[in-house]
């Protein structure tokens, strides 16, 4: 079982920034597929980026050029960092691991962009 730690949440006037990172327990973190998904009130769940384990991304079309998805295997860690954030952009950020049938996720943790 992988556990995860996530971090650098909370609240943040619109255009400004935030980095979330996800720690993951356990030495097979250099293996997984890292994703970040959030989810907003009353809607589903949504990927919004993602880095393989040879280091390549993708991203959502709405976080293109604003977010940068990143990992640091020395430190088990992803991150996710998050510039010009918008008021859509409000909503509990979830880490992700998946590595053949494996999948797991962290616990949440909440973005808000507000004035």
């Known amino acids: 079982q992988v556990q995860f730690v996530e971090s650098g949440g909370g609240l943040v006037q619109p255009g400004g920034s935030l980095r979330l990172s996800c720690a993951a327990s356990?030495?097979?973190?250099?293996?997984?597929?890292m994703e970040w998904y959030r989810q907003a009130p009353g809607k589903q769940r949504e990927l919004v980026a993602g880095?393989?384990?040879?280091?390549?991304?993708n991203y959502a079309d709405s976080v293109k050029g604003r977010f940068t998805i990143s990992r640091d295997n020395a430190k088990n860690t992803v991150y996710l960092r998050m510039n010009s954030l918008k008021p859509d952009d409000t909503a509990v950020y979830y880490c992700?691991?998946?590595?053949?049938?494996?999948?797991?996720w962290g616990q949440g943790i909440q973005v808000t962009v507000s004035s």
């Open positions: 992700h691991a998946a590595f053949r049938a494996f999948r797991s």
């Open positions: 880095i393989t384990d040879s280091g390549s991304t």
């Open positions: 356990g030495s097979r973190f250099s293996l997984y597929d």
